[in-house]
């Protein structure tokens, strides 16, 4: 997902630059003042580690590999702030070192995968760990690893979902084509994340108890709390700021997509292979039918598959 | 993947004595430029193209080996740069982008390729990045070579033991390896902590 030079507009890259600047400045104070003076070294070596991590490969199938992007982990592991810090350290390192992702796309890859991401996992991570649990009792591992499985995927669908908006403010590809491209992949994509990020939570469970839970890493002081909300609220800042544009040409959804209809005709064609092509309007509408039933199919198999997963990796000699 | 990155680093030539500084901004004038051209104006393409060829071949590097990172580097773009072409926009269009993402690939490639990453980190504590930030940044580079090898020895000691590896058996020992450096990293954090106080480090 790591955006190339030359696809953002100026006012594009711009807004994500101050966007991502703003979340790494408030996960700078935070963690200066709330992370004990000895885990300063761990940020570094945390930030190796997942880099390092990124190139073992997973065999999918057919000769394909995935593997670990590792902000989730990174968010369970150090807790939200120095997540953002982590990573940011991680994708500056790939565009100055390694010419990987662009330097004029630097703030939008900060803002979707260090930003978004973790800020994202926290709020699903502690939403599932704090249902139905008092405030006080340690959540059970089966828990926890389904907290990590859902929040892991969710997180990386939702880093897609603001990278494709992105680049359709910045009119490198329609939105009608790039949103569904790009969501569609990555919830692909995020199956094996949240696969490969639950294993190695379990493992390091297994081996290392300690460095995992409310006691480590991450103190839930009410200043740590605060700058958690501060970084929310750039999330959902920059949710209205690039979702308006579009809503704002389309004060009726049938109107919008009336006007488009060019855009997503030949969409349709290229993608679903419409059996009628000439057969626009109903066309259009099975279409957004078949998007949000699609979205629906894919977060519910997700679930499951979540639930069954937390609890194989869970159960007691595996 | 060290050996590739320093053995040009280290090389001696104009380029490579430029201040770093100097260096970084002037990738990023280039780039910006680049970005910025209306597509389908080839002129400015060809401008920044000639520059970029003779500050490479002024400064002796080593084609092959700049043509392969780019080319390694342009197949995660060209997936991006498929989109208007999807679209129907043209192949002009689909061209002219392709062309401004290697342009842009290509710069950061001669940077990196003729400036060590400790030099940059000056550049940035220069320009008064959060101290925070740069101790991350050079902790990070200064093991990213380390746990990589120590990642590797793990895996030849997995794979020496695994004889007939199925894919399900990969995932879960991938799995164990990774937890195992994380642990390790962090072990190792911890001693670094010790040995950074000792030398007088005052956060």
């Known amino acids: ?10 006012p594009v890259a711009t807004g994500t630059a101050v966007l991502a600047i703003a979340g790494l400045a408030i996960a700078i104070r935070d963690v200066k003042n709330n992370l004990p003076e000895k885990k300063v070294p761990l940020l570094g070596l945390a930030a190796a580690f997942i880099f390092a991590a990124q190139m073992l490969n997973f065999p999918v199938a057919a ?3 995935g593997h670990l992007t590792g902000a989730t982990l990174a968010t369970v592991l150090l807790g939200p702030s120095a997540a953002v810090i982590v990573i940011s350290a991680v994708l500056i390192l790939q565009c100055l070192m390694f010419a990987d992702g662009g330097i004029t796309a630097l703030g939008a890859n900060i803002f979707n995968l260090a930003v978004v ?11 599932i760990i704090g249902f139905g649990t008092s405030s006080n009792a340690e959540p059970d591992l089966f828990k926890k690893l389904l907290a990590i499985l859902i929040a892991a995927w969710i997180s990386i669908v939702a880093a897609s979902i603001f ?7 910045s009119n490198a590809a329609a939105l009608q084509l790039v949103l569904p491209a790009m969501s569609g992949v990555h919830m692909v994509i995020g199956l094996g994340e949240a696969a490969i990020t639950a294993f190695v939570i379990a493992n390091i469970v297994r081996l290392r108890p300690d460095l995992l839970g409310s006691s480590s890493y991450v103190n839930n002081t009410a200043d740590n709390e605060r700058s958690f909300f501060a970084l929310g609220l750039i999330v959902s800042l920059a949710l209205a700021i690039f979702v308006s544009p579009f809503a704002s040409s389309s004060p009726d959804g049938l109107e919008f997509v009336a006007e488009q209809l060019g855009f997503i005709a030949s969409a349709t064609n290229l993608l679903t292979q419409a059996p009628l092509p000439d057969y626009s309007v109903p066309g259009i509408e099975s279409l957004m039918i078949d998007s949000l039933l699609v979205g629906l199919i894919g977060t519910l198999s997700a679930f499951v598959f979540a639930w069954f997963f937390a609890r194989w990796l869970s159960a007691p000699n595996t | 993947m060290r050996n590739t990155l320093h053995s040009y680093q280290e090389l001696n030539s104009w380029l490579h004595r430029s201040n770093a500084a100097a260096k970084l901004f002037a990738a990023i004038l280039i780039i910006l430029i680049t970005t910025l051209f209306t597509p389908g104006y080839w002129p400015g393409i060809i401008f920044v193209t000639t520059v970029l060829i003779s500050i490479a071949t002024s400064a002796r590097l ?3 080996a700049l043509l392969k990172r780019l080319l390694l580097l342009e197949t995660l773009a060209i997936g991006i740069a498929l989109l208007p072409l999807l679209q129907g926009r043209g192949l002009e269009l689909f061209i002219f982008s392709l062309a401004r993402i290697s342009l842009c690939l290509f710069t950061m490639i001669l940077l990196s390729s003729t400036t060590r990453f400790a030099d940059i980190l000056s550049v940035l504590w220069q320009l008064k990045i959060p101290a925070l930030l740069i101790t991350t940044l050079a902790l990070m580079y200064r093991y990213l070579f380390l746990l990589q090898e120590e990642m590797q020895s793990l895996n030849r000691a997995r794979n ?3 004889f007939t590896p199925q ?10 390896l990774l937890a195992q450096l994380f642990i390790r990293s962090s072990e190792r954090a911890e001693r670094i902590y010790g040995a950074m106080k000792a030398r007088g480090w005052k956060g």
Do not use: K
Not at chain 1, 163 to 169: M, P, V
Not at chain 2, 167 to 175: F, T
């Open chain 1, 1 to 10: 997902m790591h955006i190339p030079d030359g696809f953002l507009s100026l």
């Open chain 1, 63 to 65: 000769g394909t590999s």
């Open chain 1, 117 to 127: 991401v973790p800020v994202v996992s926290y709020v699903i991570y502690r939403f």
């Open chain 1, 163 to 169: 990278c494709a908006f992105e680049l359709a403010l």
């Open chain 2, 62 to 64: 080593h084609w092959p």
């Open chain 2, 160 to 162: 020496s033991r695994t």
């Open chain 2, 167 to 176: 894919r399900q058996l990969i995932w879960r020992l991938n799995a164990d």
